[in-house]
């Protein structure tokens, strides 16, 4: 059973009627979901927001993973979503989310919300082998929101099977295991 906060169209209410409440400011959306408007965004709400699009089969990942932990104020437009289940899936084909086939093993998978997420650990060490500003930026705040500790994201790299850019993530995460996250290049304040 979800949580009592979160409304999904055509659930409870049709989506005229959460639009109306919304419009009113009864209800914010969250994902893909709408909450009450005083509710405490929690990681257990956002993650529960995902329930119908992730099921029991899929996993949160990367920018989505991090947006549940509350690393990032807002969702990504797209989901990142990873297998969780040893079968093969077909036919999953969205405009919401962007489906990775390979397995995720269940240690590296938390339950938050009643559905399943990758642990901080495994969300830091996705995040910091994907080069572009949104994954980064992302990791930077994870580790500087203290989320995780840059080091379980080593160890996880270090004891993990091969995986794409290893080499270039654990020299980022070392380098803020030592000196920490500092700022995006962007944001950064220079006199």
């Known amino acids: 059973m979800g949580s009592p906060f979160l409304y999904f169209a055509d659930d409870r209410l049709s989506t005229a009627e959460l639009s109306a409440a919304c419009l009113d400011g009864h209800l914010v959306e969250l994902g893909e979901a709408y909450i009450p408007a005083d509710a405490v965004e929690t990681a257990a709400l956002r993650g529960g927001s995902l329930a119908r699009l992730l099921g029991d089969v899929l996993a949160a990942t990367h920018l989505s993973a991090a947006w549940v932990h509350g690393a990032l104020p807002v969702p990504p437009s797209r989901h990142t979503v990873q ?26 998978l938390d339950r938050i919300g009643g559905v399943l997420v990758t642990t901080p650990a495994r969300t830091l060490a996705d995040l910091s082998r994907v080069a572009d500003r949104a994954h980064r930026n992302a990791a930077r705040l994870m580790v500087a929101e203290g989320i995780v500790d840059p080091g379980a994201a080593i160890d996880w790299l270090e004891r993990s099977v091969p995986v794409p850019h290893k080499r270039q993530a654990l020299a980022l995460l070392r380098g803020w295991a030592v000196e920490g996250p500092g700022q995006d290049e962007v944001t950064r304040y220079t006199s």
Request: charged letters at 30%; a positive charge; hydrophobic letters at 40%.
């Open 83 to 108: 297998r969780a289940v040893p079968r093969r899936l077909h036919h999953l084909i969205g405009r919401r989310f962007q489906y990775r086939d390979l397995c995720v093993a269940a240690h590296d």
